[in-house]
């Protein structure tokens, strides 16, 4: 059964997002879609160990608006999911895999970043001030500028996006993925976060969906009910696997799946 605030967010899109969509740009058709799942899951609540939950698509808006306006046009391209934003990147800056350095320099987006409406003390929010570097983002963005040169090329071929839009923390500071959230929790999320993948997937119109790491692609999978959805290594440092070479290892799983990548710049 879908949750309230899940079967809020599907009557809207289908008053909003289902509207012929063939005069508008397909960033505005993304920023809809965005904008009703960050207030889906902002109605939602939740208890311990989780104490603190930022959803950037509300206080770091302006960047990840900034970021659908400037890449977010095109059907057919690869569909990237993550997970959800980690502390240091996307929390940061409202951007998937949003390493500060990389999301001002490489991407070219620099936004004003407000706060969340509860800030924890070990995790605060500095938008592009923030010292600390994401590797996860970084390990991103630095394959794509070395196989693409250009974050307008890589764009051409993939987007993008994080299947869950919120961060979780517990008392410590600890980072709480989605998947370990209490069941009851965890089933609204994905109820919301589902509707959302599902109008992601009708406007890109993607040639692959590949979900980075193995959460991504199951989630996927059960949401979209497809079972052609592909998977690489996620860059997390905490992955073994990933410190032993993220890039090459991640370009030989395209290779399996047919996708063609340039020579490196």
């Given at each position: ?36 799942l960050?207030k889906g ?5 939740f ?30 391209r ?5 997970m959800?934003?980690?502390p ?6 409202g ?8 999301v ?7 936004e004003?970043?407000?706060q ?17 570097s ?7 963005w630095e ?51 589902d509707?959302a ?7 890109l ?35 073994p ?19 063609m990548l340039?020579q490196?710049?």
């Open positions: 059964m879908i949750h309230a605030a899940a079967k809020h967010f599907e009557m809207v899109c289908f008053f909003h997002c289902d509207t012929p969509w063939y005069h508008e740009r397909m960033s505005k058709r993304l920023i809809t879609i965005t904008r009703e960050s899951v902002g109605a939602l609540s208890s311990e160990p989780v104490t603190h939950v930022y959803n950037p698509l509300e206080y770091a808006w302006k960047s990840h608006r900034a970021y659908l306006n400037k890449y977010g046009e095109g059907e057919g690869v569909l990237l999911i993550g959800n934003p980690g240091w990147g996307m929390a940061q800056t951007v998937p895999f949003g390493e500060v350095n990389w001002r320099d490489f991407l070219g987006i620099e004003e970043v407000s969340p409406e509860h800030v924890h003390p070990k995790r605060p929010v500095l938008g592009f001030y923030c010292p600390r994401e590797v996860s983002g970084r390990r991103v394959w794509a500028k070395n196989r693409y040169g250009s974050a307008e090329n890589f764009f051409n071929e993939f987007f993008v996006i994080n299947y869950c839009p919120l961060c979780f923390m517990e008392e410590g500071g600890k980072n709480r993925t989605p998947d370990k959230l209490s069941s009851e929790e965890r089933d609204i999320v994905f109820d919301v976060c509707v993948l599902r109008k992601f997937v009708k406007a119109k993607p040639s692959k969906i590949v979900g980075i790491g193995g959460f991504a692609k199951n989630r996927a999978m059960k949401t979209l009910d497809r079972n052609d959805i592909e998977t690489i290594l996620h860059p997390s440092p905490a992955s696997m990933a410190n032993r070479g993220w890039a090459p290892q991640i370009e030989k799983q395209f290779e399996s799946m047919g996708v340039p490196m710049t």
